[in-house]
T-cell receptor
């Protein structure tokens, strides 16, 4: 069974540019969440999508956005990149929050460097 | 107050030692407790998953949750060099997929 797949794995962008990251969840998983991981702040929740709808959002500026497609694949976009956006962006997938044994699995992440 | 506190100090132990990690959390409504292991430049890998209070054992790993004191622990017995990684505690509410993470502990097991 394939795990959570994220692309690209590594990328370098310039300040002011925008970036789009992609995530394919585990087959059958309908919930996709995104996290930002930095040495200073650790893992912080960005947002969650379920059935193409955002149903939970963290405390990040509007430059961070996402969407989910009908096949549960998800993308997140960061516009007007800042140096502080340099981080590991992680995608997590799960069945559904209402399932008791709702295990959440992470992908390998996309390393974004903003220069 | 942060939702989950985990002293991020690195930990070095000799091979075969017991590794003890812990976290505290602030919201008594949290019901699911997890430990993730993250190797360098990799994504977090689910190690232990516990619902509510109690102990859970899986091989050399034991997770403990004490909801009365809002305390989460992970013990690694007979530690191996392959256990060298960052260990992250996490928790969430029932009916909510948002995970609140601790900062993580970097563990180094010295052969």
């Amino acid at each position: 069974k394939a795990g959570v797949t994220q692309t690209p794995r590594y990328l370098i962008k310039t300040r002011g540019q925008q970036v789009t990251l992609s995530c394919s969840p585990i087959s059958g998983h309908r919930s996709v969440s995104w996290y930002q991981q930095t040495p200073g702040q650790g893992l912080q929740f960005l947002f969650e999508y379920f059935s193409e709808t955002q149903r939970n959002k963290g405390n990040f500026p509007g430059r961070f956005s996402g969407r989910q497609f009908s096949n549960s694949r998800s993308e997140m976009n960061v516009s007007t990149l800042e140096l502080g956006d340099s981080a590991l962006y992680l995608c997590a997938s799960s069945l559904d929050r209402e399932v008791l044994e709702n295990t959440i699995y992470f992908g390998e992440g996309s390393w974004l460097t903003v220069v | 107050q942060k939702e989950v506190e985990q002293d991020p100090g690195p930990l070095s132990v000799p091979e075969g030692a017991i590794v003890s990690l812990n976290c505290t959390y602030s919201n008594s409504a949290f019901q699911y407790f997890m430990w993730y292991r993250q190797y360098s430049r990799k994504g977090p890998e689910l190690l232990m998953y516990t619902y509510s209070s109690g102990n859970k054992e899986d091989g050399r790993f034991t997770a403990q949750v004490d909801k009365s004191s809002k305390y989460i622990s992970l013990f690694i017995r007979d530690s191996q060099p392959s256990d060298s990684a960052t260990y992250l505690c996490a928790t969430r509410l029932y009916g909510n997929n948002r995970l609140a993470f601790g900062k993580g502990n970097q563990v180094v097991v010295i052969p």
